[in-house]
């Protein structure tokens, strides 16, 4: 089968994490647009995998499991970096378990946040928002839609630039754990691990790279929202020299207000989809031979 017009997004969050629409809404919407398969990447669970799955046989949309797991660079700067995982044994216990500590840190994260938009002057219900939640993983963006629909804010990004940025009143970092620790995660979950947004997140720095394809890293997001044309060849070219599959996806998540969904609007080749998968295939015969 030829897949030249077919085209793919691999980096899609839902409401299991910080996105807007539900695993079933995002293969709907990606089903409406004509994509021809999706990943997705929620932040530190596979909650949403099961549910999309489900819908990717009704809307005939392939979905590979997917997660993009926090880290941070252990430098001076303390530099946050996110790495994702394709076709991972999303149903792994031991995987569920290791995740299960992100979950309960956030949880933690997001009383500290409570605490500090209450030192600011705003009381927000913290058994509302964590009942709305549920099991889901607490992120800030749970908190902007609250501060919006209390009129605290006047959008999402004012929220953030007011109180939930980084330096602002309410800000609490993130449970993170090192890159290679990230890496060996997706790898015993039998993933293929790929470095997330690199311009984004200013990786640029082969030393960078080649520390991280020292603890497995196979591939390297090219293709991003946030990559300038030229930025995307410059990555394809880094790809292809270091050996890596240059992967690519929107980062969408949702819709916000009148915005449409960034989905789909990164035209990401079918043929990317084609090298996970043989990737995959390699990586799973690796682990028979090694059990």
Known sequence: ???EDFFVDLHIHTSYSDGVFTPFEVVEYASKIGLSAIS???HDTVDG???ALEAGKQFGVE???GIELSAELGNITKTEMHILGYYINWQSQSFKDALSVFKKVRKQRAKEIFSKLESVGIKLNPEGLIASIG?????RLHFAKALLEGKYVSSISDAFQKYLGIDKPAYVPKH???PGDAIGLILKAGGIP????PYYGHYSNKNIFKGLINDGLMGIEAWHNRHPQHIVKKFLSIAEEMNLIATGGSDCHGAYGNDTPL???IKVPYSVVELLEEKKRQLDEKNKILL
Do not use: W
């Not at 790929?194 to 947004?197: D, I, Q, R």
């Open 1 to 3: 089968m030829q897949h």
């Open 40 to 42: 997705i990447t929620d």
């Open 49 to 51: 995998i099961e549910e």
């Open 63 to 65: 979905v590979i499991p």
């Open 135 to 139: 099991e889901k993983i607490v992120g």
């Open 176 to 178: 993170y754990i090192s």
């Open 194 to 197: 790929v470095l997330a947004h």
């Open 263 to 265: 989905m789909g609007k």
